[in-house]
């Protein structure tokens, strides 16, 4: 999993562990109290509507916030003390797709490559293309992509130095079915691969049968954790009508 | 490591504008404007106020420089790529530096425009020292953009930093432009005093100092949060 091709000191971990973790933006809550554990070659799925603080939480597993209280440890590393190295193990494929629409699909691969210290940037950004199934695309710019196909190379972006953590943030939003279809079995590679992967969405039927473990999310608080859930919608309508006080656990989180 | 940073995102930027030319072309739009509608209003019957030019050129560059840092920082809001910069695993001012290095470029090619012409509407003998000038303008920008910077990448997220940027730079940058605009005064004097020009620029290579030293130590608490 760790590449041989990267310049940078890496920090490696073979799980990640979330411990009553907090982070307020002034007086407003953002998410509060959550606690999980995500292990390697397991998809965690960080499930919840809009609001729920699913984007907060997965800033905070990247290292781009700061818990408020808590905290978040990567095997025996957090996040203050090993920032950069950290970094080096964490991939992230955001809402917004973080490329630049006037470079081409190989200029952004071979920058992020770049910045993240892989030494044959030509050959990894090869490999992302080939990967995205956009190989002949390479020298178009991104701007003329269509959604799907951005989103492509934009998970092949936060893939391309081969992290530990991969954080994906509604990686299905614009996909069709057949692209949905191809990221659900990228998500399994990874899995396999040994990867820890964190998934944030609201999509159901796409992360049905995906996921090894769901945390459900509702205004910033941890409502439900389940492993292997199975029935994700009816699970969802269930724990997102009950009242708010109760945080439950079935199968051992 | 840091260097590479730098490099890679000095060459991104670069790439980027000469493809679209964006904020070059506005940039200099702006400023050009700037230098005119001075040169209109003060310019009277061919004789410039003396000493005016290096005033104007100092406008010139502080208000295109406010839309080139504002736009270069609008690029990476659009596509939150700001976001995949500091996930880089490296220093993170050294992405400050990179985006200072850009803005610096894009200013001194603004200003290889500007200067010829504030010489040639005001008549001012602007060239006739050209190293000093280079110098005093080098050190001017550096300090000018190092605020700039720091600003623009902090407000790159705030709903009103089209109005909040130069609210804040200005009064910051204060000092920079003051002694740019004396220190060009100088050059512009009938008897040059290189003593004098020698303290202006000791004082703005001082502001820069202060301004990167400050800036490089907040860079990463400032965009941690």
Redesign the interface.
Do not use: N
């Given at each position: 999993m760790i590449p041989s091709t990267s310049?940078?000191a890496?920090a490696d971990f073979d799980h990640l562990a979330v411990d009553d973790v907090s982070r307020h933006f002034g007086r407003r809550r953002a998410v509060a109290r959550i606690t999980f554990r995500a292990d390697r070659g397991a998809i965690l799925g960080l499930l919840g509507p809009n609001g729920a603080g699913k984007s907060t939480m997965l800033a905070l597993l990247?290292?781009?916030?700061?818990p408020t209280s808590g905290t978040i440890r990567y095997g025996a590393h957090v996040a203050g003390a090993h920032g950069?190295?950290?970094?080096?193990s964490?991939g992230?494929l955001?809402h917004?797709?973080?490329?630049?629409?006037?470079?081409t699909a190989r200029?952004n691969l071979e920058?992020?490559a770049?910045?993240?210290?892989v030494v044959d940037r030509t050959a990894a950004a090869t490999a992302a293309l080939d990967a995205a199934g956009l190989a002949d695309r390479g020298h178009d710019p991104v701007s003329s992509f269509s959604r799907g196909m951005r989103q492509r190379v934009a998970l092949e972006?936060a893939l391309i130095h081969q992290p530990r953590l991969v954080l994906l943030d509604e990686p299905f939003t614009g996909l069709d079915d057949a692209s949905a279809a191809a990221l659900g079995r990228r998500l399994r590679d990874l899995r396999t691969s040994g990867a820890i992967v964190v998934l944030a969405t609201h999509d159901l039927d796409l992360a049905e049968g995906l996921l090894d473990r769901a945390v459900f999310l509702r205004d910033g608080r941890m409502v439900h954790a389940v492993d292997r859930p199975d029935a994700l919608r009816a699970l969802y309508r269930d724990v997102m009508i009950r009242p708010a006080a109760g945080f439950s656990r079935t199968k051992g989180i | 490591?840091f260097g590479?940073?730098v490099w890679?995102i000095l060459r991104?930027d670069f790439?980027?504008e000469v493809?679209?030319l964006e904020i070059a072309y506005t940039t200099l739009f702006f400023g050009i404007s700037c230098v005119l509608v001075f040169a209109f209003a003060l310019v009277q019957e061919g004789r410039a106020p003396e000493g005016g030019a290096a005033g104007i050129l100092w406008i010139a560059i502080a208000f295109a420089g406010t839309l080139a840092l504002g736009r270069t920082f609008e690029?990476e809001r659009?596509?939150?790529?700001l976001?995949?910069?500091?996930?880089?695993?490296?220093?993170r001012p050294a992405i400050y530096v990179g985006k200072l290095l850009g803005i610096i470029v894009l200013l001194t090619a603004a200003e290889f425009v500007l200067v010829p012409l504030v010489a040639l509407l005001f008549q001012a003998p602007l060239l006739a020292h050209p190293v000093w000038l280079a110098l005093i303008l080098l050190t001017g920008t550096i300090g000018f953009a190092a605020v700039g910077t720091l600003f623009a990448a902090m407000l790159v997220r705030a709903r009103s930093r089209d109005v909040l940027l130069p609210v804040l730079l200005y009064p910051i940058t204060v000092p920079v432009i003051i002694a740019g605009v004396r220190a060009t005064g100088v050059l512009l004097a009938p008897d040059f005093d290189a003593g004098v020009l020698q303290v202006w620029v000791a004082l703005i290579v001082s502001f820069d100092v202060v301004f990167l030293t400050l800036a490089l130590w907040t860079f990463e608490p400032l965009m941690?949060?």
């Open positions: 310049l940078r890496r990247a290292t781009l916030l700061r950069a190295a950290l970094r080096a964490i992230v955001g917004d797709l973080f490329l630049y629409p006037e470079l200029e920058f992020f770049g910045l993240h210290g972006r | 490591m590479q940073i890679l991104k790439t980027i493809r679209s690029r659009q596509a939150e790529t976001r995949a910069l500091l996930l880089a695993p490296a220093a941690t949060d």
